[in-house]
Each structure stands twice: as C-alpha cells, then as structure tokens.
C-alpha cells in the first residue's frame, strides 16, 4: 500500500521571494510542479530545485518545461542527457571529480573531512 502524502503547506512568506525546493532525487515531477504553483500562486518570483539524483523519469522533462519552475539543478550521478534536450530549464553539476577524490582517500585511509575544508569558490 502506498503512503500517504501530506498536503503541500507553505510556513511562511515566500512573496518577492526566490524559493528552492531540496530534495534527494526527483524522478516523478508532479509533487514539485504542485509545489511550484502553490509558490508562485504565493507570490515566489523565481522558484529552482535543487536535487542530488535527477532520474526525471516518463513525462518529467515536458511537465518541468510547462511549470512555474525556473531551473531544476541535479547532478550528473544518473545520465539525463536525454532529458536535457527536451527540458532546457535542467543544469547539471559535475560531481565526477569529488566522487573520484572521495573514492581514493576511502581506499587509502586519507580523511574525507579535507574534501570539505578545502573547497574553493570556483569548484
């Protein structure tokens, strides 16, 4: 049986506002485009979400290019080239080389804290 959901609540005023919506991975879009709405209707002038893994699954690109949302940012750790092309408003960021860095000090014993204190604007 499926959970379910609570209602979208906004806590808050978003008006005159930029929101972002976090969330871990966005495969099925619906719940972030509902959202989007509520926001703008709240008076949100931009609204971008940010997620970890972008699996944008079916219809997600169309959906996302036919909201309220601004730009949806995720990284490359699932290919979305595809999705890309039908869906503009998808940025991605490169996590390649943090991922490789992280690997190697987990097999040599190094700290991962550096990877975290040592993180300069540009990267």
Request: hydrophobic share 45%; glycine share 4%.
């Amino acid at each position: 049986m499926a959970k379910e959901k609570p209602p979208i609540t906004v806590v808050g005023d978003v008006g005159g506002r930029i929101a972002i919506i976090v969330d871990d991975i966005i495969d099925d879009v619906e719940d972030f485009v509902a959202t989007a709405e509520i926001l703008k209707e709240r008076g949100a002038y931009k609204i971008y979400i940010m997620a970890t893994h972008g699996l944008l699954s079916a219809d997600a690109p169309r959906l996302l290019e036919d909201s309220a949302i601004d730009e949806v940012v995720v990284t490359n750790t699932v290919p979305h080239e595809v999705q890309k092309l039908q869906c503009p408003k998808i940025k991605t960021v490169d996590v390649s080389m943090i991922l490789a860095e992280a690997i190697r000090r987990t097999h040599n014993g190094e700290s991962m804290a550096y990877l975290f204190r040592n993180i300069a604007v540009d990267d």
